[in-house]
């Protein structure tokens, strides 16, 4: 089935930096959702966006959805060890749920 | 909060076994999901459904079988498992395209 594409694959920063991830499609999606997972448990939902242009904050976290309607970025600042884990993103195409294949976060301290 | 339960975190079960997959959701959504999670595969979906007693094939349903006969529960069964069956799967509900919550999961180990 579909995939989305997520950006970078893996990423290792300190303790105290901003992290910028992203996630692209070559189609039209009417939701963005971003979660993060940690091992052997399953997916959190972090933020949901459903309008074009749409900049949404939870906490240290910031996600938007772009103008094209074929991706989206999420923003942590000031990264904690906690945020150690693999963020994905999934769109709503008007059918079902895509997904990406996930960042993986590394916080060093 | 919102909650989905998955009735077992690991389950070890051996092949040629039946096994139940269970998942109950609290949040009276119409739709309901399964997926498998494997490493480099990322998540597959099983099957869905919209409605009670409704079901339908996501990408990966051979062998496996799905009931939902009621709104809140989502059941998911391997009809004989193998071993390639060992995976991950967890279970999501949603309202339409809206927020999609999924439970903890359970990772399933078949001998």
């Known amino acids: 089935g579909q995939q989305l594409n997520q950006s970078p694959q893996s990423m290792f920063i300190q303790e105290g930096e901003d992290v910028s991830m992203n996630c692209t499609s070559s189609s039209i999606f009417n939701t963005w959702l971003w979660y993060k997972q940690d091992p052997g448990e399953g997916p959190v939902l972090l933020i949901a966006?459903?309008?074009?242009?749409e900049l949404t904050s939870n906490g240290r976290l910031t996600a938007q959805f772009g103008i094209t309607r074929k991706d989206s970025f999420l923003n942590i600042s000031a990264s904690i060890p906690s945020d150690v884990g693999i963020y994905f993103c999934?769109?709503?195409?008007?059918?079902?749920?895509?997904f990406g294949p996930g960042t993986r976060l590394s916080v060093l301290p | 909060d919102v909650k989905v339960t998955q009735s077992s975190r690991y389950l070890v079960k051996r092949t040629g076994e039946k096994v139940f997959l269970e998942c109950v959701q609290d949040m009276d959504h119409e739709n309901m999901f399964w997926y498998r999670q494997d490493p480099g595969l990322g998540l597959r979906l099983i099957y869905f459904?919209?409605?009670?007693?409704?079901?339908e094939k996501g990408d990966i349903p051979e062998g496996y079988s799905v009931s939902r006969e009621k709104k809140e529960r989502f059941s998911l069964i391997l009809e004989s498992a193998s071993t390639n069956q060992t995976s991950m799967y967890l279970c999501a509900s949603s309202l339409w395209r809206e927020k999609l919550f999924f439970g903890s999961g359970t990772q399933l180990s078949v001998l």
């Open positions: 966006l459903y309008k074009a242009g």
């Open positions: 999934a769109g709503h195409n008007g059918q079902n749920f895509v």
């Open positions: 459904s919209y409605d009670v007693k409704m079901k």
